[in-house]
């Protein structure tokens, strides 16, 4: 399974972006994927994930601002980000897995893909 997320950059805050990821390999190594971020010196979170059938959890830090989504006839899963605030900035990483109901600890994936960079300026 290869995951290639894209559509970081620089925004001001109360700006938007949309990041993808684009899955290739067996579907079934995707059938949950997830958004998580790293910001410089701290731990990696999460930030959303869904299914195959569309169901999906969002951080509450996220909520309200951020919407998950998936096309699962390309392979892809979206990140449409609004109201983008400084403590936005972090690299975003896309995960995938199998099964579990976990979806909120790192650990709990399988693959991971190469990150997409987000600076969200004040």
């Known amino acids: 399974v290869q995951l290639q997320a894209s559509g970081g950059g620089l925004v001001q805050a109360g700006g938007s972006l949309r990041l993808s990821c684009v899955a290739s390999?067996?579907?079934?190594?995707?059938?949950?994927m997830g958004w998580f971020r790293q910001a410089p010196g701290k731990e990696r979170e999460f930030v959303a994930a869904?299914?195959?059938?569309?169901?999906?959890t969002l951080a509450d830090s996220v909520k309200g601002r951020f919407t998950i989504s998936r096309d699962n006839a390309k392979n892809t899963m979206y990140l449409e980000m609004n109201s983008l605030k400084p403590e936005d900035t972090a690299v975003y990483h896309c995960?995938?897995?199998?099964?579990?109901?976990?979806?909120?600890?790192?650990?709990?994936?399988?693959?991971w893909g190469q990150g997409t960079l987000v600076t969200v300026s004040s």
């Open positions: 869904i299914n195959r059938s569309g169901g999906s």
């Open positions: 390999g067996r579907t079934l190594y995707y059938a949950i």
């Open positions: 995960a995938s897995k199998i099964v579990g109901a976990d979806f909120y600890r790192p650990g709990e994936y399988d693959y």
